[in-house]
């Protein structure tokens, strides 16, 4: 089959679908094995099917599904990895793929399974024994990679009826399979990332079944070496269509060689989805050790690489047959780089070298690459075209290579600490920035934390209006559509209606018994204005009557001066063509999110502040509080940074102070007089500590009102007294409440809504 | 007690709660009592508030709850009379107080109740039996009428513990009640309004229990006269204290003379509800013959000139005790009146007579009135000003009373056709504007109609937000919150969002299988206008992602011009910030409103047109078609008149036409490009003549989107054709479908959405 079509059509070959499976496994934070079972919180290991286990219990496996670029892959799967380290306490993951300290054999735990998934089980015990659970026990990274649908509509098109859409799959898929396992020697010498294993870490001999040290003169990937995870013999196959390659599996598993197909440790797996029944749907490649370098356990430097591979690996002419002399040659290529990779000088032993140094064979490969695919218009991708410039550099330069880092660390610092800090550092960023969904960040964040929420429990997502926060929750027996986090199938359209409107939710919440300031509504400018005299020297707030998150709300603490309630009123009917006028309850104001009649977060927010040291300036106190990882900019973390602005300038100046001045020890220096989140307030957890009768307050609240969902907002005189006839009043309740101050407030702990929330929908 | 503080509380006399009680016996379309059963649709007798039976099963009485004015009332009143005329097919109100044709006295049909309640039927048969059914079929007005609260909160607040709430309620109420007895015979003579039966009318005798003739010389208002509406003797009592007055009525029913107190017919009845515990709450006026000048039964000047009498007789000091004499020198000057007062120069009989003529004590009487009054504060209001002004002169010109129009018009006509005519043009008002609910025309019409339903159901209402249309709707089991007609508990949150987001809405049912255009959305004009060369050529909608009710569209038959095109763009984006391209579906746009996965009304809208007759010129066809009673201006009918403005002399010039055109028989003639109904489009049924699949279709998208109300916009290629891949597309889904469009349409039946929806409210 031929591509010249390709030229005429620059970028179907660029797209596809990228999906990651990662294996890491737990450690205690002294990195022994983790002996605890799978974490619970994950579910049924066989229905979640983000986060399972692999072969031992404490090998958690995380995967992405099909997703439109690599970018969005990695960022999935470094989602999936803070999901996962946040839900295993003190435990840490393992960077690498060589194992951490472990037990003797016997106490290495095969992953548990229930019931009618007990073979499961029986399988990981079966090759447990064959193999040794050390062996198993190494983990690695499969990418599963196919071109686009598009790219086969084309390729359908130009065939003509000479080939069928299955046929053309299976054409293509096989030939980027020989070609890629013919130069996958390439993707060792450069990703490569486990050079050397833990002192004394022996695997089971593949041939007499003695206990061996793993560890070789100059490797580059011990992982993919003849020592690390392969078959007990290599086989070779006719790779020439996908029936002859199939049926000589099947007769290797009838033969006993295998105990079933999935035992098969190639390279590459050619899958088959059942959409594409029996043609390929996409290419699994197995080769990827774990980066210790990077967080989320590989570089899109490496991925990357092997996607260009693979489109080289379609276009490039076989000039022989993929048989089993050149299987065995292409095997003997992987294995002497495995074991001796590290080596840049070195050359390939005489029968398999084309080049006097490997570096030099790289080199070749890669210019062949650059010369094939430019007029196939890759290059004209930047981040492809930089991404061969990357690979150039290593090749040139192979010192740069990431597992020469990796050994050069592990050298320096010992196996056991060189990557048990890398694993509390990722723990650490992981912490630092749980609220983050990555690469969905153009999300709100109660939206990422609800999506996060979702993966833990093994509940699928769709974005159907990104923009909007239009998602939609699925498992195989339930679906759910969710706007914002919040708003759901859970409340009623009217229920959401009284909460939008201040004056129906003050007539229902006081009926109910509930206190509410009692205020009045006026239509006009004139009739508010009107009222002034009525108000006049009585604290006042003055609002519109249907906007939610404080927008156009004044509070006149004095109200003597006409003017400022003329602004006032001006401001409130610029949102709104009715304005309210209500007396100020005096008190702090405390959010309580309640979900289902349960108050599930209590938050106080507290306006922009630092607390004096008795030695530094206010803006150095700022610098130092703004350093909170929580705190950022254009609302993307539950914080934002206190601003050395026009207005706090002003505010310290009415406390006789400004940024430079020293104030003494622990006292509170304010910077602004809202407490908006918005303009660097805190917020403060108080679910522990409030008075239990305000809690009942704000649930018969959410119960007059039909609510499921509802923040209610509560002005409370002193909240370790019990409610009485004046010491509270509920002045607002929210159809749409946050979850993320509660989750990351700057002070107290993370109420987890997101996770209340996937559970009251039903997941 | 006295009054003076009053003085300086101006205002406080006037308000109060007015509430009204009106009789009207069905009839046949020749005037004949109606011997069918009380409408089912009004449901239990017992249960509704609103609506149900007197004496007969024939005679309606309606009842509307306590209001904050007299206008309130006699809208409400009127309400309750076009819902009850909509619900009786061609049966009629009959609106005088003496019977219409009446069969044999046993064939009068006495209202039947069931099961728990047969007692009422028993007593109904034991009054008919005691006074005739003749007399208990006569029909008349009560009003009941209170001070306000605030008026007791300041009378309490003056007594500086002398009396207690009750205690002044009591002195209040049972003074206003002597002092009105003794006047009411002013009443009589300026409002009665059965000055004659209906020829051969016989009423049992209360004394000898034999027929006899309902005739008198002059009478003003035989229903009050002694051969009237009364017991079958005159009981005096002690009005001194509320105690002496029950008990004496208590040991009237002892003593058998009455069966129970409710037989007790006196002029005023004093009203003691549960929440004044014992002490009075209202009174009740029960001289009120129907007006059958008056659709709705009564003029706001007779109980304008009721009240006025009420506060003169709390104002009016007490010369001499109204005992068992002054008891009945009242009743005489009542009977006097009730039997002769249509003779206006006539005078009391000597022992009653304080003036030469009647009319002169009427004189002397309103003087009195105004002199008293004026003092605090009543002729400041303009309202009781002019009605004082009214029966001033009526007193001076006392041809001008209404009785003795009735009383004219039945000599002139026939009692039979004079009644029969009026009850006829009543109907036809009714039906004319069966849309409206008199008194909250300030709501939008659908919240008007659904009200309307409530009512005929027996349900209660409150207003809880009358500019956003919010209602509580309730009876004593069950409570809804209706926001607009359509906004309900009965859909959830995100189902609301998800046919407010138009992407969404297209993806959903997409996937559901139904056909949509699907289209582009583009986030800036500029990657819209880019977009130009993809759509040129071909039929476009350029639309604002989400709003409703096709503000901001825009359709390009033939996007040819990129001028048109960007024009199109800026209109959609003044609306919303992204904008969707999609491909015009050919076909007629149709409305499917979808209740609970039922279609219950199909709706298509035509642009605002005329058809001509070869002989006028279209502003006349404009100004004949404008005479349709749903045409109005301004959004308060079911239709808006046609325009003769710029717009349409544009689009008739277009067409070679202008306003003077006669065009030929039968040509349509278009006014505007627009469809909508809110310039001057009509609306025409087509519920009974879709073909059903499109139905199906229209319930397959209400269930997709899990709405249990919407509007379902359908863009269908010909109506009678099958459904199939080509031939339709839904465009839009509607989360807040208008009904009163569905149920008075220019062309087809009245659906009864607001029915159907009080129904699905589960009432």
Redesign the interface.
């Known amino acids: 089959m031929e591509f010249n079509w390709l030229l005429e059509n620059k970028g179907l070959l660029l797209n596809g679908l990228f999906g990651l499976e990662k294996e890491n496994v737990r450690v205690t934070p002294t990195g022994k094995l983790a002996l605890t079972p799978h974490p619970a919180c994950f579910g049924d290991k066989t229905a979640n099917p983000f986060i399972t286990t692999d072969f031992s219990e404490s090998q958690i496996e995380m995967i992405t599904p099909p997703l439109p670029s690599i970018p969005a892959a990695c960022d999935f799967i470094e989602t999936l990895h803070d999901i996962v380290t946040e839900s295993i306490g003190d435990e840490l993951l393992w960077p690498q793929s060589l194992p951490p300290t472990l037990p003797n054999s016997e106490e290495i735990p095969v992953a548990q399974y229930e019931n009618a998934d007990q073979e499961l089980e029986e399988y990981r015990h079966h090759i447990g024994r064959i193999y040794g659970k050390e062996r198993q026990l190494i983990s690695g990274i499969h990418f599963n990679v196919s071109f686009s649908e598009a790219f086969f509509d084309e390729a359908v098109k130009q065939a003509k009826g000479a080939h069928t859409r299955a046929e053309i799959k299976e054409l293509v898929y096989l030939k980027v399979m020989r070609n890629w396992m013919k130069h996958r020697w390439l993707y060792v010498w450069l990703f490569g990332e486990t050079p050397i294993a833990k002192r004394g870490f022996q695997v089971q001999s593949l041939t007499t079944g003695e206990a061996q040290p793993m560890c070789c003169g100059a490797s580059m990937s011990l992982r993919t070496s003849p020592l690390g995870y392969r078959n007990r013999e290599a086989f070779f196959f006719d790779f020439s269509s996908l029936a002859t390659y199939l049926s000589e599996v099947d007769a290797l598993v009838e033969a006993g060689k295998l105990v079933a197909t999935k035992e098969l440790y190639l390279p590459i797996r050619i899958k088959c989805l059942p959409k594409d029944k029996g043609a390929p749907s996409y290419l699994e490649f197995r080769l990827i050790d774990l980066n210790p370098l990077e967080k989320n356990g590989i570089s899109t430097h490496a991925l990357y690489f092997v996607h260009m591979l693979m489109i080289y690996s379609l276009l490039e002419t076989e000039t022989a047959p993929f048989d089993a002399e050149a299987q065995l040659c292409a095997n003997r290529r992987q294995d002497y780089i495995s074991c001796f990779g590290r080596r840049a000088s070195d050359s390939f032993p005489a029968d398999l070298a084309t080049q006097p140094t490997v570096a030099a064979e790289a080199e070749a490969l890669i210019l062949k690459m650059q010369s094939l695919l430019r007029p196939y218009g890759i290059w004209d991708n930047a981040i492809y075209q930089t991404e061969w410039n990357h690979l150039h550099t290593l090749v040139q330069t192979p010192e740069k290579r990431a597992g020469i880092a990796v050994f050069d660390g592990i050298t320096a610092e010992g196996y056991i600490p060189f990557h048990l800090n890398l694993a509390k550092q990722y723990k650490q960023e992981t912490l630092n920035e749980g609220y983050r969904f990555h690469g969905l960040e153009q999300l709100e964040l109660s939206t990422q934390l609800l999506l996060k929420a979702a993966l833990c429990r093994g509940v699928n997502f769709e974005l159907?209006?990104t923009?909007?926060n239009?998602v939609r929750l699925y498992t195989n027996s339930h679906e759910?559509?969710?706007?914002q986090a919040t708003?759901?199938?859970?409340?009623?359209?009217?229920?959401?209606?009284?909460m939008e409107?201040k004056?129906?939710t003050k007539?229902l919440l006081h009926r109910a018994g509930i206190r509410v300031p009692l205020g009045n509504e006026y239509?006009t400018y004139e009739e508010a204005l009107a009222a002034f005299d009525r108000y006049k020297g009585k604290a006042t707030v003055i609002k519109p009557k249907s906007t939610n998150f404080g927008i156009g709300i004044s509070i006149l603490k004095e109200n003597n001066s006409q003017a400022d309630f003329e602004t006032a009123l001006e401001i409130a009917l610029t949102h709104d063509r009715?304005v309210m006028l209500e007396p100020f309850i005096e008190g702090k104001e405390y959010r309580f999110w309640v979900l289902n009649d349960r108050v599930e977060g209590i938050l106080h927010r507290v306006p922009a502040n630092v607390t004096g040291d008795g030695k530094s300036a206010i803006s150095d106190l700022i610098v130092r509080k703004n350093e909170d990882p929580l705190r950022g900019v254009g609302y993307r973390t539950p914080l934002e940074k206190i601003k050395q602005g026009r207005e706090e300038a002003l505010f310290l100046k009415q406390q006789g102070y400004d940024f430079d001045t020293v104030v003494p020890l622990n006292e509170i220096v304010y910077l602004r007089e809202n407490s908006n989140i918005s303009t660097g307030g805190d917020s403060i957890d108080f679910t522990d500590t409030m008075h239990p009768s305000y809690n009942i307050l704000a649930q018969q609240a959410a119960q007059a009102m039909?609510a499921a969902i509802t923040g209610v907002d509560m002005m409370i005189s002193d909240i370790s007294q019990p409610a009485n006839d004046h010491n509270y009043a509920i002045i607002e309740m929210n159809?749409n409440p946050a979850i993320h101050i509660h989750c990351y407030p700057y002070k107290g702990k993370n109420r987890k809504l997101n996770y209340k929330l996937i559970e009251a929908l039903g997941f």
């Open positions: 159907l209006d923009a909007e239009f759910e559509y969710v706007v708003k759901t199938r859970l409340d009623n359209y009217v229920t959401i209606l009284m409107n004056v129906v007539q239509d009715t039909g159809f």
